[in-house]
């Protein structure tokens, strides 16, 4: 079945950089877009950036272009979220997601803290 494991989240100054994984299985990782959202506590679930099956091509909300960058390695099934220049509007819980043969599979989710 298909499995998404995020990491790498925590608590960080503003300014600071972390930079999240998400561990993929299950499914063919290579032919698939791979997105990373995020939710802010009473908010909804908001996309912050997609990159294409190769990684040739990468899309990102406004708020956070310049500052974050999605990636992937294909043959480690792993899609990753480099952020830098935190801040505390980027507190939220980060969830990687994959769409697969018209099903949306999400993972439990990494929580991310900006805060001094």
């Known amino acids: 079945q298909v499995q998404l494991v995020e990491s790498g989240g925590g608590l960080v100054q503003p300014g600071g950089s972390l930079r999240l994984s998400c561990a993929a299985s299950?499914?063919?990782?290579?032919?698939?877009?791979m997105s990373w959202y995020r939710q802010a506590p009473g908010k909804e679930r908001d996309l912050v950036a997609t990159?294409?099956?190769?990684?040739?091509?990468?899309n990102y909300a406004d708020s956070v272009k310049g500052r974050f960058t999605i990636s992937r390695d294909n043959a480690k099934n792993t899609v990753y979220l480099q952020m830098n220049s935190l801040k505390s509007e980027d507190t939220a819980v980060y969830y990687c997601?994959?769409?697969?043969?018209?099903?949306?599979?999400w993972g439990q989710g990494t929580q991310v803290i900006v805060s001094s």
């Open positions: 997601q994959v769409r697969v043969i018209g099903r949306q599979y």
């Open positions: 299950g499914f063919t990782f290579s032919i698939y877009a």
């Open positions: 990159i294409s099956s190769a990684g040739g091509t990468t």
